[in-house]
């Protein structure tokens, strides 16, 4: 092989490389990327029944319903809406009532949210931000933003 | 002193550390590390040698390798030649030890001052704690307690030694709570319970609870002859409206009392009160919840007068200069709760005389009696 | 007193920094040894003054000195002697001071081990060093400042976060910053030697142990990270491409790369432009790990618009360093020459393919990481990119990396016989096909792709150790002269055969624990049994119990297999006292490489609890993999070769330079 084409070679293999992985990307990018909605949205745009999203806000207060086998409902409100949240599984250690919770999950036929986890921060602090934000846009949150060491 | 003594010791070695190896001659040394690359390749020849021998490249790209290292060796000396020029010179050699002669300590000291709190003493926890007590705030000697006692949860003399304190600290609840510790772990003795009580009555705006009721009682068992818990036993009978037994208590606690005592004086007039000949005194106010603390200081039996009498105190000065709606309410329910129906009727009447004129403070004291199930009439 | 003494400490760190940051580089552009000479001391007096302050607040944490504010905000009298001393560096500050020891300490090392480099290399080396040292002292002194005092302290602190109060942060931050800071000094090489012009094979051979070193570090930070997180959460997960790991976890990438970049400048004097890149690049990645983590951004990118100073200054710093490094690059790497040739399929070759696909992953981590961040800063739009994203760009770039590491090491410099290679590998081909096959019978085709995946894992072990076997030669030479081959045989083989059945392990474990872990979640009341992958578990009851700064209410669980008790499991629910917080203490059985897990939700009242049970199979291979992967750059580092050119007697010197003219 002479110079050149090694230096193609090199090139060319680089590319077709450096083509796979921004593919790979991009296709992730559409596809594997979850939105994140507050109750509100869910109940005004509606969601298409099967699309992942992460539904955040704050547990209502008297809404947890603890059955066997660590079945859990409870609802999730941005003070304007709520949404009915069904998970089966451990609590994360934070998770209280009136507390901000994120879950992923997808929304199920009769319109309640099944979720396949719930997350809650390393801090008591913690709200999660996109909850914080999307009680901001609710006009009902004046804390300080959490911070986690 | 000693504090700067260090600073100055720890800046003059961090500019020894500068000063030293620029007074010294590096002449003899130089060579060796402008060699150094040299070194590499000359290993990377002899590697190869190495890997020849066993087998691991043929003859022909050992060899090829070899050109390639020693091209890499030539330019390695020819540079290392080339770099033998310059060197030291006495400008930039002055310039640099003024540097850190002058510039360093300069500006650590400066923006250590700015930055700092030089005369601030360090201050670990235990030698606060360990330090003279009459060094130390009351909250510090609270403290040292308190971690003594979290760690000795077991020590009753030491729950007995801080109950009285938090009495004078205006935490009574805390302060029961040290007592009932005690008491659990050394056994019941007559002035624990009592104070114990005392403070569960304090804490509890004067009235004595049932389980004060209940540790007065003890203490009385325990020792017969003792006047603080029954005085208060006699008080609480008092409270509950049971008036007859109530007076007889005070008689018999009065029996036979050395006249001089300071409790007599509370006593008699709580009495009075109870026989209604004579209206609480005017001398007598009655203890504000602010007046709490500043009331466990003084003797046992001062104080519960005062206690005993609050209600008269506000009765007092609301006869007198008047006060709000919401005072009178206070009045006509503390009444209740003591079993004076027939004060609080009579606090009432005078209430709705005095706002005859204003009708949303009258509905508002009218509505308090008909919840509290007095009729206005 | 002692708590200012170490303030001023670090203000003089910060004022010789300084003189550091200009004396040798100006005496090596001047080529004046005295100003050169500068730089070793001083870089050993710098880690001497860092390291007292260090130590003055440590002392500070273990005398509960509640007049450091930093003590009160982070520290209790009654938490335990351990904690308080790793409570040290649980907190910002403490963990950025932590930071700048790590920093100044590599300077020092390179101050007192870097005899055997060219004295305007080692001068200007340091000299970078100082610079970013500088930086980030200021950024602790003007921002930060661990040593700021109160003048009435109050008796009691607040504690630090309970999640944080674990033996995993007493080594797991240490460990990682040794890693990521490390690539400091790599750094300071490559800035170095585009200042000074010398970018050639010698270099690439010293600042080969400092990437190694680091490599080493940043291997164990992440594993123990790793593992921490899996026991203290109570998930049972063991990575969530978090930012916070992800932000360890881009150096790491490029950090490999650059190791594997090296070995072809090093000896072929080839891909010099993209080493020294690679160098800059590694510990940009680690400056932005710091960004994300320490300026707020992760929490909200509004947090770090309401308290930017911090966050702005990192920020600044990130610019500066490397957008100035970056610069710097393109000015001088014009004038590199162009070095050794080799065809595709070579040495190089392999590891110029390693280098696109370490690098490729390296990308989609950092798209991954940062994109929900931009998006949200310039739309507000918020997306959460998870554990998906990740699997599937960066599954996929590792697979064809993982197939092609065994073909690495037995390929030969400049032009290589693929042909010949092969069949090195033919035995290591056909036990990782074997055990395939017999994953597959085991399993049956219910799970189509983990039996692969186990056969990858098996070929990359397998060719790590037939490497090594085909250059003792074993088979031809007879087992008593092999014997001593092996042992003749250069640390930096061993370490690559190490280093490579180490990644096989890791990747073992991870096919295993995903595909074929069993998984329970269920109420059970005291007597109940659960039956797990061949075990029994029962809840015997549960009681409360008082730790120094927490209560806890403990699951006791007896495990039984075959009838007989192997293991008593005492999984917590804990409530910090100070805090009251909870946390999740999870029971653990390990049991060959397989792990039995068991973690508590809430209590439901009546005695019964909600349980988590997982079975794990050879989950900790996850980490022993990792661990061996350190050792193998040990192995590396201990490679005598790597200590060529310190300066010898001056006699024997001239001997060897006479038999070379």
Known sequence: MTRKQRRLTLIGSAGAVLAVALTLILIALRSEIVFFQSPTEITQNGVAPGQRIRLGGLVEEGSVVRSDNAHVRFRVTDTANTVAVTYKGILPDLFREGQGVVTEGVVGSDGVFVADSVLAKHDENYIPKEVAEALKAQGHWQGEEGSTN | MVFWILIALLTGAATLSVLVPLSRSRRGQEAAPARADEAVYREQLAAIDKELERGLIDTEAAEAARTEIARRLLAAHDRGDATKQGGPRTGRLKLAQGLALLALPVLAFGLYILLGSPGLPDQPLLSRLNAPAEEQSVDLLVARVERHL?????????????????????????????????????????TWLTDMGEAQTIANQGLVTAEARAAFEQAVALEPSAVKPRFFLALALGQEGRKEEAIAAWQALLQGADENAAWVGAARQEMARLTGEVPGSDTLRGPSQEEVAAASEMAAEDRQAMISNMVAGLAERLSTEGGSAEEWNRLIRAYMVLGKKQDAEQALTAALSAYADKPEDLSMIKDAASKLGLSDG | MIVEFGHYALVLAFALTLVQSVLPIWGALQKDDRLMAVAPPVSVMLFVLVLLSFMVLTGAYLSSDFSVLNVVENSHSAKPLLYKFTGVWGNHEGSMLLWVLILVFFGALVGIFGGNLPADLRAVTLSVQAWVSAGFILFLLATSNPFTRILNPPLEGADLNPILQDIGLAIHPPLLYVGYVGFSITFSFAVAALILGRIDAAWARWVRPWTLLAWCFLTLGIAMGSYWAYYELGWGGWWFWDPVENASFMPWLAGTALLHSAIVMEKREALKVWTVLLAIFTFSLSLLGTFLVRSGVLTSVHAFATDPARGVFILALLCVFIGGSLSLFAWRASMLKQGGLFAPISREGGLVLNNL??????????????????????????ISVGAPFFNLTFGPLMVPLLMAIPFGPVLSWKRADLGAACQRLYAAFGLALLLTLVTYWAWGMEKVLAPLGVGLAVWVMAGAMSEIVTRVKFFEIGFKRGFSRLVGLPGSAWGTAIAHFGIGLTVLGIVTASAFQDERVLTMRPGDTVELAGYQMTFEGAAPRRGPNYTEEVGHFSIRRGGAVVAELDPSKRIYTARQMPTTEAGIYTTGFSQVYLSLGEGR????VDVRVYYKPLITLIWIGCV?????AVFSIADRRLRVGAPKPARKRQQSMAAAE
Do not use: H
């Open chain 3, 628 to 632: 061996i992967m350190s050792l193998g």
């Open chain 2, 150 to 190: 979290t760690e000795n949860p077991e020590d009753g003399q030491g729950w007995a030694v801080i109950a009285p304190v938090y009495m004078s600290l205006g935490q009574p609840k805390a302060s029961a709570k040290a007592y009932s510790n005690a008491i659990r772990i050394l056994g019941p003795r007559q």
């Open chain 3, 357 to 382: 696909f370490l690098t490729a992953a390296c990308a989609a981590v950092f798209v991954g990481t940062l994109y929900p961040l931009v998006l949200d800063a310039v739309t507000g739009e918020k």
């Open chain 3, 605 to 608: 009242g009546d005695g019964a």
